[in-house]
């Protein structure tokens, strides 16, 4: 069964810095390009990042771009989330998500964590 | 950016009956697009990709057409599960973008 479970979110002042983890289980996690998707409180959702399966080629929404930054370790199943300079507006549930097979499914999501939020306020 | 527009963004609908969505994309999509569902609480599901493929274990009154920037979702008998937010999102150039959603609800 595929799983990804997030970690990592709490509350957080303007400015400051915190770590997201992403762990996942129940498939190759070496043949998968992930992204991060969050949901801010009552909102729609917004992709935030994708990371390729080998973890050497990252997009970024321009909302987060130069503050945020998008890793993995292939050797651990893990996915992280670094992310620096928060705002207000990055308060939402962030999720993971799993995309699917070939190019241009890597960008679709198959699978989803349940979320961890991240409260930025003073 | 390729913006996506769902309509409407409410959708009132016995259960039983039809509901029909849609989604509309700023410049070609080709079919690069997907649909999910959201129920409060929960994760978002993929429903349908490729504009007209089901996703694994998605029941058959889930239906998806359309290419280029106009797409559809049916949902051919409401049940009572599938009352929820839909999403649509296009997977055909960055960013990657999502419809501001739409809100079926029971009538």
């Known amino acids: 069964e595929v799983q990804l479970l997030e970690s990592g979110g709490g509350l957080v002042q303007p400015g400051g810095s915190l770590r997201l983890s992403c762990a996942a289980s129940g498939f190759t996690f070496s043949n998968y390009a992930v992204s991060w998707v969050r949901q801010a409180p009552g909102k729609g959702l917004e992709w935030v990042s994708i990371?390729?399966?080998?973890?050497?080629?990252?997009y970024y929404a321009d909302s987060v771009k130069g503050r945020f930054t998008f890793s993995r370790d292939n050797s651990k199943n893990t996915l992280y989330l670094q992310m620096n300079s928060l705002r207000a507006d990055d308060t939402a549930v962030y999720y993971c998500a799993r995309g699917g097979s070939g190019i241009p499914d890597t960008r679709k999501f198959d699978y989803w964590g349940q979320g961890t939020l991240v409260t930025v306020s003073s | 950016e390729t913006v996506v527009t769902q309509s409407p963004a409410t959708l009132s609908v016995s259960p039983g009956e039809r509901a029909t969505l849609s989604c509309r994309a700023s410049?070609?999509?080709?079919?690069?697009l997907a649909w999910y569902h959201q129920k409060p609480g929960q994760a978002p599901r993929l429903l349908i990709y490729g504009a007209s493929t089901r996703a694994a274990g998605i029941p058959a009154r889930f239906s998806g057409s359309g290419s280029g920037t106009e797409f559809t979702l049916t949902i051919s008998s409401l049940q009572s599960e599938d009352f929820a937010v839909y999403y649509c999102q296009q997977y055909n150039d960055w960013p990657l973008t999502f419809g501001g959603g739409t809100k079926v609800e029971i009538k």
């Open positions: 410049q070609s999509v080709s079919s690069n």
């Open positions: 990371i390729s399966d080998d973890g050497g080629t990252t």
